[in-house]
Every structure is written in structure tokens, then in C-alpha cells.
């Protein structure tokens, strides 16, 4: 048994021995066998891969994706993003809080109506509410507070539209 020393580390050749290397490559006409010359293939890691020709081990570098300033800008962008999820559920919770407001209100306007409607009629009177009265104050506070409805719905979407083409305008790394 032959062991040789050579730029790929120590091997063993259980084959005959053939003297000194003289780069004949393994098969069966040199009586070398490529399975104990390189030996099994295992998978297994046989240590640091060298990332240059000189064999010294690739340095990682801490701007690299798997370095710590990755996973700390990783961090910074997931904590911008959850403060401005969080800023966006306090706004539309007032939101929110402002459109039940009008809606109870547009529910007032609508029983006062209905109460001026039922006022009017109790006498026997069928002929219908004039708009100069009461009631055409109350019909255009109505149309009023379902115009505000539709408004605040609207702005609603569109703040949310433009907030997160902002936050996609910040933080794309592409563009950075």
C-alpha cells in the first residue's frame, strides 16, 4: 500500500504499487481504482471552501447577504413596515370612528324626516312635504351627509393607495 501526498491531501492507493506518480490516470490498464484513489464520495463537507487560488478560505463580508448588517437592515425594514401598518390602523380607526359618527347623524336626519312626514300626515293632509319648510332643511342636510359618506370612502382608498406606493418608493432596495 502506497500513500501519497499530493495538492488534493493525503490518499491512500490500495492498488499494486506502481513507484513514484507519474500522472498516469486511474483504470483498470494502470491497476489504479478511481474509488480508492479519490475514495467515496460521501457529501460530506471536508472543510472550508477556498475562494481564491491561493487556498485561503473566502472571507464573508459584513455588507454580504447573510452578514449582520443584512439581517439588521432586515430588521429596519421590517419595523419601518410594522409602524407604518400600525400607523395606518390607528388613522383608520379614527377614520373609522369619524364615518360611524356621520352615519349616526345621517340616521338622526332620516328620523327627523320621518317624524316631519308623520307630523304632516296626522291632520289627514296627503299632499306631500314642501321643500321650503323643515323639511328641505332636513332633505339637504341628508344629501349632504351621504355626499361626506361617499367622500370619506374615497379618501379612505386613496390615502391607503398613495401610503403604501410611499412605503414601496422608501424601501425598495432596487432603487437604494
Given amino acids: ?4 501526498n499530493d495538492d488534493t491531501g493525503p490518499k491512500t492507493d490500495t492498488g499494486p504499487d506502481t513507484g513514484p506518480d507519474t ?4 483504470g483498470p490498464e494502470t491497476g489504479l481504482d478511481t474509488e480508492s484513489r ?3 464520495d460521501t457529501g460530506a463537507d471536508t472543510g472550508p471552501e477556498t475562494g481564491s487560488e491561493t487556498g ?4 464573508r463580508t459584513p455588507r454580504g447577504p447573510g452578514g449582520l448588517a443584512g439581517i439588521l437592515a432586515n430588521c429596519r425594514l421590517g419595523l419601518r413596515v410594522l409602524a407604518d401598518e400600525l400607523r395606518w390602523l390607528v388613522t383608520s380607526g379614527l377614520r373609522g370612528y369619524e364615518s ?5 347623524r345621517l340616521e338622526a336626519e332620516y328620523a327627523a324626516l320621518g317624524r316631519l312626514a308623520r307630523a304632516h300626515l296626522a291632520p289627514g293632509d296627503k299632499a306631500p312635504l314642501s321643500a321650503d319648510g323643515e323639511a328641505g332643511i332636513v332633505m339637504g342636510q341628508i344629501d349632504f351627509l351621504e355626499q361626506e359618506l361617499e ?3 374615497d379618501d379612505m382608498r386613496r390615502t391607503r393607495k398613495e401610503m403604501l406606493a410611499r412605503r414601496r418608493r422608501e424601501m ?5
Fill in 1 to 4: 500500500m502506497t500513500t501519497r
Fill in 23 to 26: 500522472g498516469a490516470k486511474p
Fill in 38 to 40: 479519490s475514495g467515496p
Fill in 56 to 59: 485561503q478560505p473566502e472571507e
Fill in 100 to 104: 360611524r359618527q356621520v352615519r349616526r
Fill in 151 to 153: 367622500f370619506m370612502a
Fill in 172 to 176: 425598495d432596495p432596487d432603487d437604494n
